[in-house]
């Protein structure tokens, strides 16, 4: 259950990347400084997941033992 629950933390971490590079899309030619924002939010929540899918993986293998 609750590998499940980290499943999906880490499909909303993409889904925020998503979101913020829609923004970055949206803002780029009106309002430079906010895009810039965005953008910095997206490359966090992309490594975020990487960072949480490592993390969980390592919980798995751990709790095989």
Do not use: C, P, Q, T
């Not at 949206?26 to 990487?50: H, K, P, T």
Request: net charge positive; glycine share 2%; no cysteine.
């Amino acid at each position: 259950m609750a590998n499940n629950i980290y499943k999906l933390f880490e499909y909303a971490y993409l889904a925020m990347a998503a979101f913020s590079v829609y923004i970055v899309y949206e803002n780029w030619s009106d309002n430079r400084n906010r895009a810039y924002l965005f953008a910095f939010f997206g490359v966090v929540a992309i490594f975020m997941f990487f960072f949480k899918r490592n993390f969980r993986r390592k919980m798995d293998e751990r709790n095989k033992k």
